[in-house]
């Protein structure tokens, strides 16, 4: 049976302590190739795909067969799963691009061999009888993001194009579904928001999108602990075949796995049918220099808002993060 959990920060520290190295119980086959004891791996709101693998349990199914349990752990957003990667409480985790640079920057050891999106998952969100009206009106402002996640990130970036940054709004560091509440009932003026939070309050609440731009979101990637991939490199191979099944069947199925979200979520279906099939690109999975690209117009952000440590190699860093090789065989097109 399927074991899911959501750790504390306590618990996700507790659980990387207590990893140890050794094989997994199982037949010899997995004994041999140095299996993990388990696999351990999030799933998350923002990742339709990663709904789908979780419902059918694929990865239970093939991993199954070498006596590999497969554990679940719910990201409520990129920095949770850049933290229980860090804390080795998981394996691999779903965060966007942009964040997982700004961890790898600052000494998280991922490394990102699958996208698993191009999602237009975040803009800025005002209420809809909000009076502000460009972005030039968030001067002074309240304004709600998660840090270390995309939607901080696109803020800023969304700041600089209007001449302002972030010390000329009062940033209201909130999760994201806390932000979602906080906008709905007047405690801030603007919201970065997630999908499907932010379909959610646009079709149920009347909140409006006050700036949009998808260049500024940055890529859905499949993280992995350097170290789980070195030791277990057949094994992230094994989930990145399960992810590629979830795509395509994602890809034939986009009205089911909307189903799937709004169940997961408990959104409704005409929100997560907006997320699935209007926000989220599913077709561009193998890390290429399309990726790189992305991250190098992105990166100058994180120097400009001191987010990384002076003297960071940023384009070295995104050498390092983005793994254009490790699923080379394993896509199709």
């Known amino acids: 049976m399927t074991r899911e959990t959501s750790p504390t920060r306590r618990e996700a520290l507790a659980l990387g302590l ?14 041999g190739a140095g299996a993990p004891k388990e696999l351990r791996l999030d799933y998350a709101y923002y990742s339709p795909t990663s709904l789908v693998l979780r419902r059918f349990g694929w990865l239970e199914e093939d991993l199954g067969k070498d006596g590999i349990p497969v554990r679940w752990v719910l990201s409520a957003g990129s920095n949770r799963a850049l933290e229980y990667l860090n804390a080795g409480s998981i394996d691999v985790g779903s965060t966007a691009g942009l964040a997982a640079l700004l961890a790898r920057a600052n000494g998280n050891p991922i490394r990102a061999p699958y996208i698993f999106s191009r999602p237009e998952w975040t803009a800025l969100v005002v209420r809809g009888d909000s009076g502000i009206r460009s972005l030039a009106d968030l001067k002074g402002r309240k304004v709600a993001a998660t840090k270390g996640t995309d ?27 806390d932000g979602r ?16 939070l932010m379909a959610a309050s646009e079709l149920d609440a009347g909140s409006r999108l006050l700036y949009r731009n998808v ?26 075949a399960a992810y590629e099944r979830a795509r395509a069947w994602t890809l ?14 408990r959104v409704s279906l005409p929100v997560a049918l907006l997320q699935v099939k209007l926000r989220t690109d599913f077709s561009h999975p193998q890390p290429s220099d399309e990726h790189v690209k992305a991250l190098q117009a992105a990166a100058p952000i994180l120097s400009a808002e001191q987010l990384v440590r002076p003297g960071v190699d940023l384009n070295r860093t995104i050498a390092e993060l983005v793994d254009t090789r490790f699923a080379n065989g394993l896509i199709k097109a």
């Open 18 to 31: 207590g990893i140890a190295a050794g094989l997994a119980a199982g037949p010899a086959r997995a004994q």
């Open 252 to 265: 034939a199925n986009p009205s089911e796995a909307a189903r799937i979200l709004s169940e997961e979520a």
């Open 151 to 177: 939607p901080y990130l696109f803020l800023l970036r969304a700041l600089h194009t209007a001449g302002l940054q972030r010390a000329d709004i009062e940033h209201v560091a909130l999760q994201h579904a």
């Open 181 to 196: 509440a906080a906008l709905e009932q007047g405690r801030v003026d603007a919201w970065a928001g997630l999908d499907p």
């Open 215 to 240: 260049g500024f979101n940055t890529y859905g990637f499949l993280n992995v602990r350097e170290e789980f991939l070195t030791r277990h490199p057949q094994v992230v191979r094994r989930v990145i």
